[in-house]
């Protein structure tokens, strides 16, 4: 990454040598260079919160742990002179101390030319990036909603045994002859992960896909499962007999279309006299029925009577098809009662929905190389049979209803989705070749503001290093397709990296207003410490960048990662000061994508509060106390969990799981899955319990 320069250079004036001791935000920066120190604190008495005064020894113990790669994720407790530390003896220097300094260097934090101060003091007093609701309008609730990516083994491919026979959960039946790639084996997967959804209570429906190419002709619909193609009404339907006369009087087209519907209509009143769901009847029993049909024609001749047969089979599949559509539009009508309306939103996400998704494990990308077969015993005949091979896999992606964020009860139906789904069907546990994971979209009913959007921005930009620790290393270092980081691979980013690429993102706001250019370096400045990140020029230009933008739409193109996949932040957004209502694919939420793939509801939940946290952080801080928190950070004064009030026991459930060596969390299989047991454990909890 060169030094910038010419037309792409507003920042001006020197940057600090070196970096904070606690912190390095670099782009690429190598697993020996980012070190951090992790301290804890044992507690005698767990319900005591961390602000304990210093020397209060009889609640607190504290030791220091040895120093690893990793987050600083406890406070150090309190300074030498008994005050609280974390917090800065002096207060950091704000745009209005800065503005209209004549004296002040460039590297004071001075972003904007002090001739232009006063614009710069009226533009913070009134923001116009963080409008008034209308008149009349009452503040909306936050909203939530999850999306899980998983791979389920669906059935054996054909002629291949259960490779693991002890496993209690039953693998789909009649799949034999329907290739992965099929509508039937798709649909069968999908709506038996549906069906154990609404089995734990929960609204789930069973609609259209436009991921899945189902062919009506095939009488297979969007609710129907292999599995459960029994010869349902059989045993009753073959004592059935209808009767037609041929008309002499009719011509025989008339007869041929006279008779169908005449033995239809006495079919369908057999099944309502004997109790019978007509639309439960399967294609094949209707067929087996149909090659019974010209004993009950009279008076024609044998080529007439067959026929009729052809043309009541006919009529009656196409009857049945259109019953049947009917049913699953009526089904898909169901509303969750936990579901937040969101004018504009897709109906869909009044429930739980599910559908094929592009993650999983490409044939073409497997190897079984990632796997342990050290303690694995295959069945006789299969033993060269290499993993992930010999199950037809479906790669899920279960999508929640809008949630209320502040309802406990929304929260408490991901211990219920990840128990239904996990005590029914065999999920794979995740590794980093396996595309998957836990999305959380993150909205407002009364919409995001440009300047809520902007601190969250530049919060997760700063602190980006820090929250990849939370999670797997191949979630960033290796950068998968689905997490790529918002500091290298967004439009903006690249740009101000390589201004001579074809994608010009930057805020046009300097052709068009002068005055509000200024205005912004201000609020940057009234938010941001630019200096506390150090030399880190890149950073200091993209967060500078960031603050430019004077609408929703065009911030949220310059944040889009478009090379290569996605970014793991997403924001799908528009709009101008205010987001409005969601349409196509922008949903009007900011989505968190870095979390691997993942059943445990538990770690699921903590890693919401984190989220959940630098969401409300952005949202409710002031200017100044925004700017001093986060400088206090980045100088190693304090600590993320004290700024964002995070959960003494989700830090604790990371700090548990973080690997010493490399500082990043880590399941316990360390990314090479035992292929004697390569499946999530039942339950919601533990996935290697």
Request: proline share 6%; net charge negative.
């Amino acid at each position: 990454m060169g030094r910038l320069s010419g037309k792409n250079a507003r920042v001006p004036g020197p940057v600090k040598d070196e970096l904070p001791p606690m912190v390095e935000l670099r782009a690429k920066p190598s697993p020996e260079k980012r070190k951090y120190t992790i301290f804890v604190e044992e507690r005698a008495n767990p319900s005591q919160g961390l602000d304990l005064p210093k020397g209060d020894a009889s609640s607190v113990k504290r030791r220091k742990r040895t120093p690893v790669p990793g987050i600083v994720i406890f406070d150090r407790g309190s300074d030498a002179s008994g005050g609280q530390q974390g917090v800065p003896s002096t207060p950091a220097p704000t745009a209005s101390s800065s503005v209209g300094n004549s004296s002040a260097s460039p590297g004071d934090g001075v972003w904007f030319s002090p001739s232009s101060s006063r614009l710069g003091e009226t533009q913070l007093r009134s923001d116009p990036d963080d409008p008034e609701l209308e008149e009349g309008a009452t503040p909306g609730m936050a909203t939530v909603g999850f999306k899980f990516q998983f791979l389920v083994a669906g059935a054996s491919e054909d002629d291949v045994p259960d490779l693991h026979p002890n496993d209690s959960r039953p693998l789909l039946r009649r799949t034999r002859g329907y290739t992965m790639a099929s509508p039937e084996f798709q649909l069968t997967v999908r709506n038996a992960i549906v069906d154990a959804v609404r089995a734990n209570g929960m609204v789930a429906v069973k609609g259209p896909s436009d991921r899945i190419n189902l062919d009506r002709q095939d009488n297979f619909t969007w609710a129907s499962r292999l599995d459960d193609q029994r010869d349902t009404n059989l045993e009753a339907l073959m004592d059935w007999v209808g009767e037609y006369r041929w008309n002499s009087h009719l011509s025989g087209a008339e007869n041929l279309r006279e008779g169908a519907l005449r033995i239809l209509a006495q079919f369908v009143q057999f099944h309502k006299r004997n109790g019978l769901q007509f639309s439960q009847t399967p294609r094949r029993v209707i067929e087996a029925i149909g090659e019974r049909v010209p004993k009950f024609v009279l008076g024609a001749s044998k080529s007439n009577t067959l026929r009729v047969g052809i043309n009541w089979t006919r009529r009656t599949l196409e009857m049945m098809s259109t019953l049947r559509q009917r049913q699953e539009a009526q089904d898909a009508l169901e509303v969750d009662p936990l579901s937040v309306y969101v004018e504009g939103a897709d109906p869909k996400y009044l429930a739980w929905t599910c559908d094929w998704d592009d993650g999983g494990i490409p044939a073409w990308y497997a190897d079984s190389s990632d796997y342990d077969v050290s303690t694995y015993v295959a069945p006789t005949g299969q033993e060269e049979l290499k993993p992930p091979n010999g199950y037809k896999w479906f790669n899920a992606r279960l999508s929640s209803p809008i949630l209320d964020l502040g309802k406990p009860k929304s929260m408490a139906t991901v211990d219920s989705v990840c128990a239904a789904i996990r005590d029914s069907l065999r999920v794979h546990k995740p590794y980093s070749r396996m595309e998957t994971g836990v999305h959380f979209n993150f909205g407002f009913q009364d919409g995001w503001t440009l300047l809520h959007l902007k601190k969250l921005a530049s919060l997760c930009l700063m602190f980006e290093n820090v929250l990849e620790r939370f999670h797997e290393r191949y979630q960033s270092e290796f950068e998968g397709w689905q997490t790529r980081s918002i500091r290298d691979n967004t439009d903006l980013s690249r740009f101000l990296v390589r201004p001579d690429i074809s994608v010009d993102v930057q805020s046009t706001v300097e052709s068009r207003n002068r005055r509000q250019m200024v205005s912004y370096y201000g609020q940057v400045d009234a938010h941001v410490d630019l200096r506390a990140l150090g030399a880190d020029g890149i950073m200091q230009r993209l967060i500078s960048e960031i603050w430019q933008y004077d609408n929703i739409t065009d911030f949220s193109q310059g944040m889009l990662v478009r090379r290569g996949g996605k970014g793991n932040l997403r924001f799908r957004v528009d709009g101008d000061k205010r987001t409005g209502a969601p349409h196509d694919d922008v949903l009007q939420t900011v989505e968190f994508r870095i979390l691997q793939g993942t059943l445990d509801s538990t770690h699921i939940l903590h890693w919401l509060a984190i989220c959940q946290a630098l969401v409300m952080f952005a949202k409710d801080t002031p200017a100044e106390e925004f700017r001093l928190l986060t400088s206090a950070v980045l100088n190693g004064e304090a600590t993320l969990q004290k700024i964002l009030n995070i959960p003494v026991d989700t830090i604790e459930y990371f700090y548990s799981r973080v690997n010493r060596d490399t500082g990043y969390f880590e399941h316990p299989d360390q990314d090479h899955v035992d292929w004697a047991n390569p499946f999530m454990a039942k339950g919601n909890k533990d996935m290697y319990a």
